[in-house]
């Protein structure tokens, strides 16, 4: 998956990037808050995107940490466009259009350890009915062909979805991608976090069902649009 933007820090000329940290521990496991702030070169690259082309935010709710031995529980998935509006009510002048969604639990083929389904409520119960990854793979991938990609900790589930497709003899996607911490690092420094949850919080966006698929993927999704304007006021 080709190219990933976050990695280098904003600011930094090639070959001085940083590299990805752990920041100390996340209220999700898995979830480092370590990203880099964009470079001057991914944020001009982001915004000759923005108003152009489709995004797609997604989360993986997962068995654990590792995609090598831990399987996707649950995916959640928004496609939306940004689109320009002066005069919004908001006084921000661009806001995240939703096209549609893709929601569905999945499989692991293992059992969900009890102190992870106690994170995000799925339980093995839930997810006795519910298609393998190779089988919602059919519908997920097509569902972002085309689009960019928006994820919170995006290594964390970019990783999953390597994983995942290698096991199930699929190709891994070829989608760029985005990091919602790298773009709110980059947006406004300074705060104490960067989980979702916290970010949530600093810009009024109301989680229903935290780390959950669907509603940690609108989140993302409303995450990034505040950011985008916050990044185009200071441009």
């Known amino acids: 998956m080709s190219p990933y933007y976050g990695r280098r820090g904003y600011g930094s000329r090639p070959g001085e990037g940083r590299s990805f940290g752990r920041a100390g521990p996340s209220s999700r496991p898995g979830r480092s808050h370590g990203a880099s702030r964009l470079s001057i070169d991914d944020v001009d690259a982001l915004f000759s995107a923005v108003g152009r082309v489709r995004f797609v935010a997604f989360d993986f709710e997962t068995t654990g940490l590792s995609p090598e031995r831990d399987r996707v529980v649950e995916i959640g998935a928004v496609a939306f466009r940004m689109v320009m509006d002066e005069a919004g009510p908001d006084g921000r002048p661009w806001r995240a259009d939703e096209e549609?969604?893709?929601?569905?639990?999945?499989?692991?083929?293992?059992?969900?350890?009890?102190?992870?389904?106690?994170?995000?409520?799925?339980?093995?119960?839930?997810?006795?009915?519910?298609?393998?990854?190779?089988?919602?793979?059919?519908?997920?991938?097509?569902?972002?062909?085309?689009?960019?990609?928006?994820?919170?900790?995006?290594?964390?589930?970019?990783?999953?979805?390597?994983?995942?497709?290698?096991?199930?003899?699929?190709?891994?996607?070829?989608?760029?991608?985005?990091?919602t911490i790298a773009i709110a690092k980059t947006a406004i420094s300074g705060l104490p976090s960067y989980s979702l949850k916290a970010l949530a919080s600093a810009f009024g966006i109301v989680q229903t069902a935290a780390h959950r698929g669907g509603d940690d993927a609108r989140v993302c999704m409303n995450l990034f649009s505040h950011c985008i304007n916050l990044i185009h006021t200071s441009k």
């Open 100 to 179: 549609c969604s893709y929601e569905t639990l999945v499989h692991p083929g293992r059992p969900i350890p009890p102190e992870v389904s106690a994170i995000h409520g799925i339980d093995d119960l839930a997810v006795s009915g519910a298609p393998s990854f190779a089988e919602a793979a059919a519908r997920f991938l097509p569902f972002i062909d085309g689009s960019i990609l928006v994820a919170h900790n995006a290594p964390f589930d970019l990783g999953f979805l390597r994983a995942e497709t290698a096991r199930a003899g699929l190709e891994n996607p070829p989608n760029p991608a985005y990091d």
